[in-house]
C-alpha cells in the first residue's frame, strides 16, 4: 500500500479510432513534493 512521501506513478489508457490518432498526443506530469506541476511533456 501507498504511504505518505512516498513517490508514486499514475497511469491511463486510452481507445482510440484510427481517424483520432492523428490529433491525439499523450501527456506526461511531474509534479514536486508539494504536488505541483513542474513540468508537463507532450508526445507524440
Known amino acids: 500500500m501507498v504511504q505518505p512521501n512516498d ?3 499514475i ?6 479510432d484510427e481517424s483520432e490518432l492523428n490529433e491525439w498526443k499523450a501527456e506526461i506530469l511531474f509534479f514536486n513534493e508539494k504536488n505541483e506541476i513542474i513540468n508537463n511533456c507532450k508526445k507524440k
Open 7 to 9: 513517490e508514486i506513478i
Open 11 to 16: 497511469m491511463s489508457y486510452v481507445q482510440l
